[in-house]
């Protein structure tokens, strides 16, 4: 079991950024895949971002392809989200996740979960 806790959220205006770490703990994750979703109230939990364990592989949904980075760093078991031209619709609770794969994780198996960080952008 591996344990993910995030951190980085914040409040932001429309066209900032921030950046998201999760740190993990327990078994290795060099070899897992990690990922971020996020939900939204009233919405359902939506992936957002995954990487492959040797960061050769990412994918990213639509909505934030070409804003958002995914990177990880194996030596510091941490994995980050670096989040630029925020909108309004990116307010939301952002969960890191790891999985077996990054394609695994695009497609919402995942073995682990974090306890999310609220990010709100606002004017």
């Known amino acids: 079991q591996v344990q993910l806790v995030e951190s980085g959220g914040g409040l932001v205006q429309p066209g900032g950024s921030l950046r998201l770490s999760c740190a993990a703990s327990?078994?290795?994750?060099?070899?897992?895949?990690l990922g971020w979703f996020r939900q939204a109230p009233g919405k359902e939990r939506e992936f957002v971002a995954a990487?492959?364990?040797?960061?050769?592989?990412?994918a990213y949904s639509d909505s934030v392809r070409g804003r958002f980075t995914i990177s990880r760093d194996n030596a510091k078991r941490t994995v980050y989200l670096q989040m630029n031209s925020l909108k309004l619709e990116d307010t939301a609770v952002y969960y890191c996740?790891?999985?077996?794969?990054?394609?695994?994780?695009?497609?919402?198996?995942?073995?682990?979960w974090g306890q999310g960080t609220q990010v709100t952008v606002s004017s």
């Open positions: 327990g078994r290795t994750i060099s070899s897992s895949g």
């Open positions: 996740a790891a999985g077996t794969s990054a394609v695994s994780i695009r497609q919402g198996r995942c073995d682990s």
């Open positions: 990487i492959s364990s040797s960061s050769a592989f990412t």
